[in-house]
């Protein structure tokens, strides 16, 4: 798994629970280091390590962290970088959700190495669609839900999400768009603030 | 002059069509003033009133340079053309003109060039100010996504620069001539004091060192230390510590070795060797040694920082009585400096 993905759980842990309960989950993962290279790769197998033992350290299921994780990485101030470079996928949430289908070829833009799981929308009438996830990590269609949640915030719209299950290594997630304009949102202008 | 065979044309665009294919269009009447301007351009310009202004006005073309006149402008459409606004802040345009034949006007497309980064930024655009065919939100998606990993990627290169740097602040050789260094010898002498092993300290510290570095240059003499490195590590057994632990200062730790004789012996078997001259570039290097010794035997509690302190008082009567010579620290001394200390 390469180490962004490790790095963002390592960094969600610390920011909404502390440095502490980080670093013993870290030490009960026996990874043999206590802070993960945002630009190396590592086993797959430790990912699965570090998420076991924070279910265990923090008494909550698997997918209620990763779809915290999800959530924490659109929404959390630390991390704002993520949901700008998501927000360029379009101007309306709708358009959002059909960008999602270049996420692997966005993600290898930017980082060659980083793998990013298959994502393909089916769309049904009244604004349903089902999102198809493949090939990625077990679990990431709960990550994808928390992360979804928040970008429905991001560009104001009201949606309704469930985590469908996966069979044969496909998880299905179904969005439901209720208004895509519900609240203002917030502003995406193709200039960083900062630059 | 512009009456073309009708397959040639295809039905004239609404203005809203316009709009959305071109934002950043500009209608040009046949007198070279400004019909309409794309609503992307109205946006980042709102203190400028395009429509009735003269192109030439608003815009400088630079390239090419020639036009200020409406026949020069029929004459560059096709073309590449590099303009700029003549108002600050003088954004750089690339644009292309093209001939409206029922009108004898023109249409002028405009775009970004490279400067649309800098431009998303100052006019304050979304997604929506572009036509969605343009690839300029997919650039500025990946100008982005690269900074921030370029970012990961100078903090990673300021990790690996300070492991490296603690890595050599925690090494034990001298690079130089590959002996163990100070720090190493401290964490020799205080395991052999801590493990009440006998073990004799000889503290070296070469004679006219200075001369050859002086007359000589500093590749001389690093020349002649590294030869009096392996001397060193030649005159003694595999168990024993050679360390430099200063310019040209050594300390050999002779393990399970406190008979003063064969000490005395080996340091002068060392200044015998060191004494003969070492050629660098054809001249010759002549320097010697001081010697100085002290023995854990004649400590009841052994101290290494003691020891060092001892074998270096040595030394220097080494030095006092004319160089070239070992001392062996006393129990004389050590009692003496137990006493005072």
């Known amino acids: ?195 | 002059m512009h009456n073309r065979p009708a397959e040639n044309h295809v039905s004239s665009l609404s203005v809203r069509a316009l709009d959305q294919l071109m934002p950043m269009h500009l209608i040009i009447s046949a007198t070279g003033h400004i019909v309409r301007a794309g609503p992307t351009l109205a946006k980042m310009m709102p203190e400028i009133q395009f429509s009735g202004a003269r192109l030439l006005e608003i815009f400088e073309l630079q390239n090419p340079p020639t036009a200020d006149s409406m026949t020069d402008l029929y004459a560059v459409a096709g073309q590449a053309l590099r303009l700029r606004f003549r108002r600050s802040p003088n954004t750089q345009l690339k644009g292309i003109i093209v001939e409206l034949p029922e009108t004898n006007g023109l249409l002028l497309n405009l775009s970004f060039g490279i400067s649309v980064i800098e431009a998303v930024q100052k006019f304050n655009l979304t997604i929506s100010d572009f036509a969605p065919t343009e690839l300029v939100v997919e650039m500025l998606y990946l100008v982005e996504a690269k900074s921030a990993v370029m970012n990961e990627s100078r903090n990673l290169n300021l990790r690996l620069q300070g492991a490296r740097i603690a890595a050599e602040e925690q090494a034990f050789t001298d690079t130089l001539t590959g002996l163990k260094n100070r720090r190493a010898l401290e964490h020799i002498l205080g395991v052999a004091a801590a493990q009440h092993r006998p073990f004799a300290l000889m503290q070296i510290d070469l004679d006219f060192f200075k001369d050859v570095n002086d007359t000589m240059g500093h590749a001389a003499g690093d020349h002649v230390l590294q030869h009096v490195s392996s001397t060193l590590v030649q005159a003694t057994r595999s168990d024993d510590t050679v360390a430099r632990i200063g310019g040209d200062e050594f300390v050999l730790v002779i393990d399970n070795q406190v008979d003063k004789r064969a000490l005395n012996d080996l340091g002068l078997r060392i200044i015998r060797r060191l004494e003969e001259p070492v050629f660098f570039k054809g001249d010759p290097c002549e320097i010697s040694a001081s010697i100085g010794v002290s023995f854990s035997s004649d400590y009841s509690c052994v101290d290494p920082s003691e020891m060092l302190a001892d074998a270096d008082a040595a030394l220097y009567d080494s030095k006092n009585k004319g160089r070239a010579q070992v001392t062996l620290a006393t129990p004389y001394v050590a009692t003496r400096r137990a006493a005072n200390g």
Request: some cysteine; overall charge negative.
């Open chain 1, 1 to 195: 798994m390469h180490g962004l993905i490790n790095r963002s759980i390592e960094c969600f842990v610390r920011d909404i629970y502390g440095l502490d309960q980080w670093q013993q989950i870290a030490a009960a993962s026996e990874i043999g280091f206590d802070s993960f290279e945002p630009l190396l790769v590592y086993e797959d197998e430790l990912t699965a390590r570090v998420l076991d033992a924070a279910a265990l350290n923090l008494g909550k299921p698997v997918e209620i962290i990763l779809e915290d994780l999800g959530t924490y990485l659109v929404s959390h101030p630390n991390v704002q970088s993520l949901s700008r470079l998501l927000r360029f996928g379009g101007e309306t949430f709708t358009d959002f959700l059909h960008s999602l289908a270049d996420i692997q070829d966005r993600a290898r833009m930017a980082v060659p190495e980083l793998e990013m799981p298959m994502l393909s929308l089916r769309s049904h009438i009244y604004g349903n669609f089902t999102l198809y996830c493949s090939d990625g990590y077990p679990g990431i269609g709960h990550v994808l839900v928390g992360m979804l949640r928040a970008m429905a915030d991001e560009y104001g719209a009201l949606v309704l999400l469930e985590h469908l299950g996966g069979k044969s290594e496909v998880e299905a997630i179904s969005v439901q768009v209720m208004e895509t304009r519900f609240s203002e949102g917030s502003i995406f202008k193709l200039g960083r603030a900062d630059a």
